[in-house]
């Protein structure tokens, strides 16, 4: 593996190289303040870029207006590959979606360039509930409409929209409960404040292994690590029930496929190395890496799935 990932990693230093690209410093801008795990991720890899082709690349952390800022920047940029962007589900799928006027569209404001990484969701409840499996929780909710509530961190969080999945897959009535924040709505599943939430993993290790918090399944199609032990929906007899995060990095419309393919190249590099792999775990996340025809498939099914999942009067709040 280390000596698969030096090769790709020369093989795409050369062809950065023979490019000619970059003549001068790429920006990667982050539509959200610093700190936070898509600033990490995107640093990680300005790093490598800059050392593998003695360029400098660097991370412009434009936070405001719901992401909007940032992203509104790079669809207007120069198409020339010196302008890049970090995206994630929440700016590339949740906020087109529910914004009833969209400046710009994932899929035809970008052209993809790779996945990144990606962070699956997990069922949890309150451990007084009388359910120990998917199956179970789903008969107990069965049994009684609009008695059980689902926390989740807001209208347009990744927890609200595996929560409508979760509704729309199963046809069962469920509240939702809002809190501030996925460490709130957590913490209120925990105190009985709310009977179950679908969220990201990371939000619910200390909860488990406190036993404040009991994980039914991983919305996935397979285990993850954090929870080894859980069975996924899809061992659960319940396939359609995927949700995770994921980010990547896309460029603006009209960047010409080779400097697409050479960024691409060595985003594939830098994926590979263990080093990398073992800083991404670190945050709960597993390092992915794709062709950018590839993530433009997953973009399209992403958008498609959930604005199938919710309501109307979800996206018109």
């Known amino acids: 593996m280390r000596w698969a990932s030096l090769l790709l990693c020369l093989w795409a230093c050369q062809a950065l190289a023979q490019a000619n690209y970059p003549a001068r410093p790429v920006r990667i801008i982050v539509p959200s303040p610093p700190a936070g795990g898509t600033d990490i991720i995107a640093r990680v890899l300005a790093q490598y870029f800059s050392n593998a082709t003695g360029q400098q690349f660097y991370v412009e952390n434009r936070a405001g207006a ?5 992203i509104e920047s790079v669809a207007r940029a120069a198409p020339d590959g010196y302008t890049l962007l970090h995206v994630t589900t929440a700016t590339f799928v949740t ?3 529910f914004s009833r006027t969209p400046s710009y569209d994932p899929l035809s404001s970008f052209v993809p360039v790779t996945l990144l990484s990606s962070m699956a969701a997990v069922i949890v409840v309150n451990p007084s509930l009388p359910a120990r499996t998917l199956q179970e929780l789903t008969a107990l909710v069965k049994a ?7 926390a989740t961190a ?3 969080s990744l927890s609200f929209l595996a929560g409508e999945l979760f509704k729309s897959q199963t046809q069962l009535d469920v509240k939702e409960v809002q809190a501030k924040g996925p460490i709130a709505a957590a913490q209120s599943v925990a105190s009985g404040g709310a009977d179950m939430m679908f969220d990201l993993a990371v939000f619910f290790v200390p909860g488990a292994r406190e036993g404040k918090l009991r994980p039914l399944a991983t919305m996935a199609s397979g285990r993850i690590p954090q929870f080894s032990e859980v069975p996924s929906t899809t061992e659960a007899g319940m396939p359609d029930l995927i949700a995770y995060s994921w980010s990547g990095l896309v460029a603006p419309f009209g ?3 080779e400097t697409v393919d050479v960024i691409n190249r060595a985003a594939q590099a830098v994926l590979a190395e263990i080093e990398t792999q073992a800083t991404f775990q670190r945050y709960g996340l597993v ?9 433009h498939r997953i973009i399209r099914a992403e958008l498609t799935k959930w604005a199938r999942a919710l309501p109307l009067s979800a996206t018109s709040q």
Request: hydrophobic share 15%.
């Open 255 to 257: 960047t010409p496929p």
């Open 66 to 70: 719901g992401n909007m800022i940032g």
């Open 95 to 97: 906020t087109p979606i």
């Open 154 to 156: 807001g209208s347009g």
């Open 287 to 295: 390092a992915e890496g794709s062709s950018p025809g590839e993530f």
């Open 144 to 150: 009684s409409p609009g008695r059980y509530r689902y």
